[in-house]
């Protein structure tokens, strides 16, 4: 008998998904070490205006086409029309506050070379910070309770948690509105389920991987804002995913928002390593 059999819900992780620069596009990955603000590397570095304030798709949707890839020493910016922008793991630039919704956060300039190739190319004065190691920015208690999680630029937890059959959901509902389908890169999570039944991610509670070695807890419907409207290929903006959505995806439990996917933060496991094909158990709870 399998460790997981015992569970409500059996599944596989079937992608993850690194987002090193926030709002910026995702690195497929097959596997991603869990540290204590989620995989490693995500959410690490931002954009922020000119009075330290972060950017995003929301104002910037050709931010998606910004295209980061990580070396052993550096992060890689690549753009359309514009030659790699390189910045190494070891630069440090002068230290700073920055703005991440209504949290002051320390974080360092990532230098004139990185600020004037994202100017450049989303056309406005803009600057690459990089998150203080040494801050912990906690999560939300309200939604936490006991258990303390911290997080980077994220915007408000370590780990997002969606599905193949929540997507495939929605492109049914899409064809027959009259509309094209989407990826799960429009709703930038980090780790999805297959296996699993449509949105089931939304009722279960503690997600054990790896026999059990690995737990991560859902605790928080993923509101969601304009980014899904977002072709990450073309950065072109269409209403039609939020308005597909908003016929059956209004959370009575979030003040009748919509929501996808789900908010994780993590238990166990911190050093082991997510893969795509391990196998996911968990029970429901309502």
């Not at 204590?36 to 931002?46: A, H, I, K, N, S």
């Not at 104002?59 to 910016?77: C, G, K, W, Y």
């Not at 006991?146 to 370590?158: I, M, S």
Request: aromatic residues 6%.
């Amino acid at each position: 008998m399998n460790a997981l059999d015992r569970f409500d819900v059996r599944g596989r992780i079937d992608a993850l998904y690194i987002h090193p620069v926030k709002s910026c596009a995702a690195i497929a990955v097959n596997e991603a070490v869990l540290t204590p603000t989620g995989l490693q590397f995500d959410r690490e570095w931002m954009v922020v205006d000119a009075t330290g304030r972060f950017v995003s798709q929301r104002e910037l949707p050709r931010m998606v086409l910004i295209q980061p890839t990580l070396t052993e020493d550096a992060l890689i910016l690549n753009a359309p029309a514009q030659q790699p922008c390189v910045i190494h793991f070891n630069q440090r630039g002068n230290a700073l506050q920055v703005m991440i919704w209504d949290d002051a956060v320390p974080a360092f300039d990532m230098g004139d070379a990185a600020a004037q190739w994202l100017s450049d190319f989303l056309g406005q004065n803009v600057r690459l910070v990089r998150f203080d190691p040494m801050h912990e920015r906690v999560c939300s208690e309200k939604w936490t309770a006991t258990h303390r999680a911290t997080t980077k630029f994220a915007d408000g937890y370590p780990i997002l948690v969606s599905s193949v059959a929540s997507i495939d959901e929605l492109n049914t509902r899409l064809h027959d509105a009259g509309g094209a389908a989407v990826n799960a890169l429009r709703f930038r999570p980090n780790i999805v389920l297959t296996d699993v039944a449509a949105h089931d991610e939304d009722l279960i509670d503690v997600l054990h991987i790896e026999d059990e070695r690995i737990q991560l807890k859902n605790v928080k419907p993923c509101a969601r804002c304009p980014i899904p409207n977002v072709d990450p290929v073309t950065a072109e903006v269409d209403p039609m995913v939020s308005d597909v959505l908003l016929t059956y995806r209004r959370n009575a439990n979030m003040e009748d928002q919509l929501t996808f996917g789900v908010n994780a933060i993590v238990l166990t496991g911190l050093g082991l390593k997510l893969s795509v094909g391990q196998a996911v158990g968990a029970d429901y709870v309502f």
